[in-house]
C-alpha cells in the first residue's frame, strides 16, 4: 500500500468523509485492480494463475483477520444479532428476485447449500470453519438424524456455540476448537463442507489429500469460496490491498474460478456453480443497513471488546468493511467477483 492510499485510509477512519465519497474511491480501486490483474497479456497472466495455482496446493495463507487480533477477542453471539439475519450467517445471502429480505436470503442459501452438497438425513457431516454455527445449527433443525461435527478456530466461539447448543436442545451437533491441520478422526464423513473459509485450507500442505481421508468412500466434499470470475492476483500487486475495510478482513490472495476446477489425484471436480456478485452486494447492503441503525449497542459491545477509546475507530473501520463488500461485488453488475461453489468427490 501507498503512502497516498494510506494517508487517505487514515483519513477515511475518521469518519468526517461522506459515504458517496468513500463509494467513488472504492469504484476507482475496482477498476484499476482489474485492470492491472489482467495485464493485457494472455501468458503473463497465465504464469501468475499457475504460480497462485502452486502457493494453493503448496499451502499459503490467503486471507488475515484483524478485527479479532488472533482470537485474543471473540464476540458474544449476541453481537451478531446486530447486523446478521435470523441464522447468523457469516457467509453470502442469496435473493432469487432481489426484494426477499435478509432473513429469506440466508434461508435459501443455507437451502442450496445443502441440496448442492447432496446432504440427506442421517448423514455424517463434518462443516469446516462454522462461524456463528449457522450452516450447523440449520442442517441440525432440518435433518435430526444427521451427526454433525462443526469445527471452530477460536476456544471462545466454542463456548458461544455449546451455550446456545444447550439453551436450544441440540443434541446432534459436537463442537471443536482445533486448527483443520491438526484435525484426525477415526469417523469418515458423508459429507464435508466449508463455506467461505477456504484460508482454513488453503494454509495446510496438501489439504485434498487430508479431505479425502477424511471423506467415506462414496463421500463428498462441498466448498464455497469467494474469487473472481476471470483472473486471479495478489492483491499487494494490484493495489487492492488499499481497499478501506482491509485491515479488519484482508484476502491477500484472490483465486480465479478456475484455480480450484484443477485438483490433485486426491479429489476429481463432479459440479461447479457460479453465483453473481449482486447476491453479496445485496447481503452486504442489508449488513450495512443494520449494522448502521444498531450503532449504539454496537459500540456498547466493541467498547468492551477493544476499549473506550478504540470502540469508535472499530465501529467506522468495520463499516468501511461492510461498504467495500457492497462495491466490491456489486462492481460491473456482479460479473468479477462473484462466489464460486465446487463438489468434489475422492479420487479412487
Known sequence: ??????????????????????KLWMKYLCYRTIKRAKLDNIEARNSVFRQIRADLLSGIEIRKYYYNERNTIDFPLFFYDF??????????????????????????????????????????IL????????????IANKFPSCNITALTTSPKMLVNLRKKAEQLKVTNIQFISQDFKDLTSDNKFDRIVCLERFDLLSCVYNWEQKIKNLLKKDGLFFLTVPVHS???FYEDSTGFDSMPGNNVIEDTLIPSVHNLMLTRSSLHLIDLWEVSGMHYKLTADKWFRKFTFNKQPILKALEKAYGGDKANSWYIKMRLYLLSLYEKYGYNHGQEWITAQYLYAPSN
Request: proline share 3%; glycine share 12%.
Open 127 to 138: 462443516e469446516i470453519g462454522c462461524g456463528a454455527g449457522a450452516f450447523s445449527f440449520w
Open 83 to 124: 447486523f446478521l439475519g435470523k441464522n447468523l450467517s457469516l457467509t453470502c445471502g442469496y435473493f432469487p428476485t432481489g426484494a426477499e429480505d435478509l432473513d429469506e436470503a440466508e434461508e435459501t442459501a443455507l437451502w442450496y447449500a445443502s441440496e448442492r452438497a447432496k446432504i440427506r438425513d442421517g448423514m455424517n
Open 230 to 232: 476471470s483472473t486471479a
Open 1 to 22: 500500500m501507498g503512502l497516498t492510499s494510506k494517508i487517505l485510509n487514515k483519513t477515511l477512519e475518521l469518519g468526517f468523509v461522506p459515504d458517496r465519497i468513500i
